[in-house]
């Protein structure tokens, strides 16, 4: 399964969501703390969305430490609303079946990864839950939006 995964990060790397979601079971069950729990089709878009949104950008992603079901990796990029560039570390653990991975969970530090992305505000409030449910409304939401301009089944 090391082979799937690194080929999951060096399709990110490319920005190719169609190769990166193609390595995810029909069943996959996604969990970060910027979207929380996305299934199945979600989990799908919501790379897909990443990606396009990337395009054309300074981002880059940098997988290491890559293991049987985990994986190191992080995220360059500067954050679209604020300018403000983001140095994100994530780690990352999988769970296969049918030879996909079915379950995909990231775990990064959210008071870090707001600091960065949003300053002062997200220094203050970055480590609150009421700042976690915030975001993931606002991810969720646009991740919604993103689905209905492709007609994309939700």
Wanted: with cysteine.
């Amino acid at each position: 399964m090391k082979d799937l995964i690194s080929s999951f990060y060096e399709a990110f790397h490319q920005l190719d969501a169609n190769k990166m979601v193609s390595c995810y079971h029909k069943d996959i069950v996604f969990e970060d703390p910027a979207f929380g729990i996305l299934e199945g089709e979600r989990a799908r878009a919501m790379w897909q969305m990443l990606c396009e949104s990337q395009k054309g950008k300074d981002f880059r992603v940098k997988a290491t430490n890559i293991t049987e079901n985990s994986a190191h990796w992080e995220a360059f990029y500067t954050f679209s609303k604020t300018e403000r560039k983001v140095h994100n570390k994530i780690d990352a653990t999988f769970e296969f079946k049918d030879g996909l991975i079915i379950k995909h969970i990231d775990v990064f530090n959210l008071h870090n990864w707001a600091k960065q992305a949003i300053g002062f505000k997200g220094w203050l409030l970055g480590g609150t839950y009421f700042f976690k449910k915030k975001l993931q409304s606002q991810t969720n939401y646009l991740l919604n939006k993103f689905m209905a301009e492709k007609k994309l089944s939700n």
